[in-house]
């Protein structure tokens, strides 16, 4: 069972979604804004947020960088079928995975568990200290340090970070990393991946259009810059 946050404006999907996941074994609390939603977050400490993009006042947007501003909470956002632009934007503001309006109870349920599976397996690590230049990977640790700093990595970033740095060299597929990280197929959408990419890069490389470790083989995938 997960502590789930749901952030929804529509009274109806909100009410039903809290219905559902209570069904499945969650517990849940509910938000009818973003303003709401981070009032709750004061109080209650969920285990994930599920965010609706189109809010309110402040938007799922903004509700996003807020979250990500102050912690590592793994996030899932709704969005119309049809938002292609909304779901690039909602994964660059930090969420970590998204499902498609009208929702499915039992699609969320599986992401939801999905993600939490990627967190748990994070916090029970094994190995030891990597270095790669500057950037060191303390597996054993869960933790990310450049030059002596602790970087702040969401779960989703954490898991690319360890896939990819397990064999530097190797070339991944955008397939290939969406079935190890996100731990399900997405029919060839990368938005995950590449989204995911920038927002590592921008924690971990000097220059993230010069990347040193998160490299892009073009025509194919990524690889970890052997360093």
């Known amino acids: ?54 809010l309110p006042g ?13 912690g590592e909470l793994p996030i899932i956002m709704l969005t119309a079928r049809s938002d292609d632009i909304d779901i690039v934007a909602g994964l660059e503001a930090g969420a970590d995975d998204y499902v498609t309006k009208p929702v499915e109870p039992r699609v969320l349920d599986a992401r939801i568990r999905a993600v ?13 200290a990597e270095r790669h230049g500057d950037l060191v990977i303390d597996r054993a640790a869960m933790e990310v340090t450049k030059r002596g700093e602790r970087v702040s990595l969401t779960p989703t ?18 397939q290939q990393i969406l079935s190890a990280v996100w731990d399900h197929d997405y029919l060839g959408d990368s938005r ?31 690889r970890f810059g052997r360093t």
Do not use: N
Request: aromatic share 4%.
């Open 116 to 128: 939490l599976r990627r967190v748990a397996g994070e916090r029970t690590g094994g190995g030891s």
């Open 1 to 54: 069972m997960a502590k789930v946050l749901v952030i929804e404006d529509d009274a109806s999907v909100r009410e039903g979604l809290e219905l559902a996941l209570r069904r499945q074994g969650h517990e849940v609390r509910t938000g009818e804004s973003g303003e709401r939603g981070l009032e709750v977050l004061t109080q209650w400490r969920p285990d994930l947020v599920v965010l609706d993009l189109m």
């Open 58 to 70: 402040m938007d799922g947007f903004e509700t996003c960088r807020r979250i990500r501003a102050v």
């Open 157 to 174: 970033e954490l898991k690319l970070l360890l896939e990819l740095s397990r064999t530097p060299g190797q070339v991944y597929s955008r």
């Open 192 to 222: 995950l991946v590449d989204a995911c990419v920038q927002r590592l890069r921008a924690k971990i490389e000097d220059v993230p259009a010069r990347p040193d470790h998160v490299q892009t083989v073009r025509g194919f995938g990524y």
